[in-house]
């Protein structure tokens, strides 16, 4: 039986046209590697978003379409054949200049759906002619014909057997003989809608299809050599993870590790795929391998951060001694779609944290109904500007003195909603925005420098 491997590529990998030829290299450098699927290029997906809040100025909606426009025109310019990949690309250009018309007046999610999607569209044109002058065997395919999904717009779910139904039909087939660049990020649902599975969904959508195609790999190519310790941007001293394993890697991506999505794991995870994720400007660095098993399970392995926090506060003396009053917050919250991350309680009070699932970017809000429903039950209280720190690591709580290690070196900052138990994988807590690099900084330097 013929191998498969499966390599998504994020925005800034295929940035431009040096990017996406770093990219045809690293493809051509591995004969299994068969199924590609691509975000769009570096800030494409920013404009779009931007088009699709409804941009009223004629003047400022033109220009974000001719900077999109430029985007990519400077990469069909180095093409030695371009005329039909421009033609292509200019057709996408026209329906978004419509998209973004209609925005104005008509804003929609599903709107938003059609508009971002045309990124990735774009970007797949793109590599596929690059790899096609470089003499490749490529054919670009529709991954809307295989990814389906609810209606859900924004954040669409996927309808996992009809999509291994679905690859095992219209993939299969093609990966026999060629390399197939697709999309990441976007579906269909039922009707034929295009749909997305939410910001950061390409490398979901990655996961999902080589979940659906059995592959026997999966690479996530981004702008770093593999996961860290944490963010090299915040700290330059942060180490690079050689391996860890399914349930470390996904706290990392959960909390705010930007460099996975936190769904990518997984469909990786059910078939115990392998994945690497590493550098594609610079690929001899290595990277790190994400397994179910890995030969050591430290009690610190990395600090991640997430920023534009919404801390939501219910108080109530109903809730003394009472029974059913949680209950009735999560119905109302289930009601309005309105998706919990962090939760903390107390005799009278309830302190949870709001989680962003779609494409719309920025800090999750509560809905106007959601909080007026609420307000009917008790106080309600919505702070903003908040970061998420998280410690993984595990079996945290059988380190003894880990406590007074971590908070100790955070004694001169103010925590908030401290959270703990019930994963053995991590330890988490808010503080203001403007402090929290600061606050990684210290319990890295303590933590992972000072051993």
Request: negative net charge; proline residues 4%; charged residues 20%.
């Amino acid at each position: 039986m013929q191998r498969f491997n499966v390599a998504k590529f994020g925005g800034t990998s295929v940035a431009n046209f040096d990017a996406m030829d770093r990219c045809a290299n690293i493809i051509n450098n591995n004969p299994e590697t068969k199924l590609i699927l691509i975000s769009a290029c570096s800030g494409v997906t920013n404009l779009l978003v931007n088009l699709a809040r409804g941009v009223q100025d004629e003047t400022k909606r033109n220009s974000i379409i001719q900077e999109i426009s430029g985007i990519h025109n400077a990469t069909i310019e180095r093409f030695s054949e371009p005329h039909q990949v421009r033609q292509d690309i200019n057709h996408i250009t026209q329906q978004i200049t419509q998209y973004a018309y209609t925005a104005v007046d008509k804003p929609s999610k599903q709107l938003t759906d059609q508009l971002v999607a045309c990124g990735e569209l774009i970007s797949t044109y793109l590599l596929t002619q690059l790899m096609n002058e470089r003499g490749l065997p490529v054919k670009r395919f529709d991954i809307r014909q295989v990814l389906l999904t609810d209606s859900n717009f924004g954040k669409a779910e996927p309808q996992i057997e009809q999509i291994e139904a679905l690859a095992q039909k219209n993939l299969i087939p093609l990966l026999r003989d060629h390399i197939v660049v697709t999309q990441g990020f976007i579906g269909s649902d039922i009707a034929g809608h295009t749909t997305t599975l939410g910001r950061g969904g390409s490398d979901y959508s990655a996961a999902l299809i080589a979940e659906a195609i059995k592959a026997d790999g999966l690479e996530i190519w981004t702008d770093v050599p593999g996961m860290y310790t944490t963010d090299p941007r915040i700290v330059p001293q942060a180490e690079p993870i050689a391996e860890i394993s399914f349930s470390e890697a996904s706290e990392m991506a959960n909390f705010g590790a930007k460099i996975l999505h936190p769904s990518t794991l997984v469909p990786a995870l059910r078939h115990n795929i392998p994945v690497f994720v590493g550098s594609s400007k610079f690929p001899e660095k290595g990277g790190t391998w994400i397994k179910k098993q890995v030969e050591t399970c430290p009690s610190f392995r990395s600090l991640a951060l997430r920023g534009n926090q919404t801390m939501v506060t219910l108080r109530s003396l109903d809730m003394f001694h009472a029974y059913g009053f949680l209950a009735k917050v999560f119905e109302v919250l289930a009601k309005h779609k309105v998706s919990v991350d962090l939760i903390t309680t107390s005799e009278v009070s309830v302190s949870l944290t709001l989680d962003q699932t779609n494409t719309s970017g920025g800090a999750p809000q509560l809905p106007p109904l959601a909080r007026e429903e609420l307000e009917a039950l008790c106080t309600v209280e919505v702070e903003n500007n908040l970061s998420l720190v998280a410690l993984i690591g595990n079996k945290m709580r059988d380190k003894k003195g880990y406590a007074k290690q971590v908070f100790g070196t955070l004694e001169d900052f103010n925590l908030r909603m401290i959270c703990y138990g019930a994963s053995p994988h991590n330890l988490c807590f808010l503080v203001e925005e403007s402090v929290a690099k600061q606050a990684i900084q210290c319990l890295h330097k303590e933590l992972f420098e000072n051993v």
